[in-house]
C-alpha cells in the first residue's frame, strides 16, 4: 500500500534515525560502496546515499538497484514542507527492472523507501573529503544524514538551536526517544550522554526540525 498520508500523520506525531541496521562498508581509498538492508513487507526504511556517484548523476535510477521481484517499490521524500509529489515506482521486469519516474536525492539527504521485499541497496562512488564539507539545516523539518560514511555521533554538540529536536524511525514508528538540543549543553535524549547526537551507520537518515528562524549552516572536516 501507499503510505504518503500515514507518513504525513507520522512527522507530525514526532520523528527518524533507521531500522537500517549491520550496514557494511568495503573501499579502497575513497572509493567503494555500501551496502544498506531495507525490510520488506511494504514496510519502511529511511535510508541515504553516504557516496558521491562517480558520473556525478544522483538519481535514483543511477544509484539505487532493486531485484526484479520488489515490483511496486517506492520511494517517498521530503519536499522541505511537504512530501514530494514525485514518488518513484520500481518496476520488476526480468532482466530490465527499473525506476519510474527519475528523482534526485543529493549527498545528504534521507528518503524512505517501501518494498513488498527485503533486499539490499548497494550505493556505489566516492567518500566526500575536504576541510570544509558544507551542511544546511533549513527552518522547519530535514530529512538529513551526515555526508560521510563515518558511523558518527550526528550532527555534534556545537550546532542547534534552543529546542531543536532529533526524531528517529525504528522500522515500523518514530522512536519514542527524541534528542533535545540544550544550549550550552548539547543534544539530550534523556539521560545526559550522546550530548553530540544519536549515532548514525552509514547509509542511514534521520529528520532534524531547526526551530529557529533562519537555517543553521556549518561545515565538517573529513580526510581518509
Do not use: H
Not at 105 to 119: D, E, K, M, T, Y
Amino acid at each position: 500500500m501507499r503510505t504518503k498520508a500515514l507518513l504525513g500523520l507520522a512527522v507530525l506525531a514526532a520523528g527518524a534515525v533507521t531500522c537500517v541496521a549491520q550496514q557494511n562498508v568495503y573501499s579502497l581509498n575513497i572509493v567503494g560502496y555500501v551496502n544498506v538492508p531495507i525490510q520488506g513487507d511494504n514496510k519502511l526504511t529511511l535510508i541515504a546515499n553516504p557516496l558521491k556517484p562517480s558520473n556525478g548523476d544522483y538519481g535514483v535510477k543511477n544509484t539505487i538497484v532493486l531485484p526484479d521481484t520488489a515490483d511496486g517499490a517506492a520511494i517517498f521524500a521530503w519536499a522541505g514542507t511537504t512530501w514530494a509529489a514525485t514518488v518513484p515506482q520500481w518496476f520488476g521486469v526480468p532482466g530490465a527492472s527499473f525506476w519510474d519516474p527519475n528523482y534526485t536525492n543529493a549527498l545528504g539527504s534521507a528518503f524512505f523507501i517501501q518494498s513488498p521485499v527485503a533486499a539490499t541497496v548497494t550505493f556505489v562512488g566516492e567518500v566526500e573529503t575536504g576541510t570544509a564539507i558544507p551542511y544546511t539545516l533549513n527552518k522547519g523539518l530535514n530529512f538529513v544524514a551526515p555526508k560521510t560514511p563515518e558511523g558518527k555521533a550526528f550532527p555534534g554538540r556545537d550546532i542547534g538551536n534552543d529546542g531543536d529536536a532529533i526524531y528517529r524511525w525504528t522500522g515500523s514508528a518514530w522512536s519514542g526517544t527524541v534528542f533535545i538540543y540544550l544550549e550550552g549543553v548539547g543534544w539530550d535524549e534523556g539521560s545526559g550522554a550522546n550530548l553530540d547526537g544519536p549515532t548514525i551507520v552509514p547509509g542511514a537518515g534521520l529528520v532534524y526540525n531547526n526551530t529557529g528562524a533562519a537555517a543553521l549552516n556549518w561545515t565538517r572536516s573529513f580526510t581518509p
